[in-house]
C-alpha cells in the first residue's frame, strides 16, 4: 500500500509541477496577446478621433469624388501590398540580426 502511495503522490507532483509550468506559460501568452491588442487599441481609437472630425470626413468625400472610387480602391490595395511587404522584411531582418 506504502509503494501505491508513493507512486500517487509522485503522480501528484509531477502533476503539480506541469500545472505549474502551464500556468506560467499562458501568463505569457495572455501578456503578449495582450501587447498586440492595446496596440489595435491605440490605433482604432486614433481612427475613432479621425472619424468624427468633420474636417476629415469632408476631405476624404472630396478624395474619392476627385479620384473616383475605383482608382482610389487601386491604390489603397496597392499602399496595403506595399506596407505588409515591409513589415514582413522588417520582420525578416529583426530575426536575422
Do not use: C
Not at 509541477?17 to 490605433?43: F, K, W
Not at 469624388?65 to 529583426?94: F, N
Amino acid at each position: 500500500m506504502s509503494e501505491r502511495f508513493n507512486q500517487l503522490a509522485a503522480k501528484h507532483s509531477n502533476l503539480r509541477l506541469r500545472a505549474a509550468v502551464q500556468r506560467r506559460e499562458l501568463g505569457s501568452t495572455m501578456n503578449e496577446i495582450e501587447h498586440h491588442l492595446s496596440g489595435l487599441d491605440r490605433g482604432l481609437g486614433a481612427a475613432q478621433r479621425l472619424a468624427k472630425n468633420p474636417a476629415v470626413l469632408i476631405g476624404g468625400v472630396a478624395v474619392v469624388a476627385l479620384i473616383g472610387p475605383k482608382r482610389l480602391m487601386t491604390w489603397v490595395s496597392r499602399g496595403a501590398l506595399i506596407y505588409s511587404t515591409a513589415r514582413r522584411v522588417m520582420r525578416l531582418r529583426q530575426q536575422r540580426g
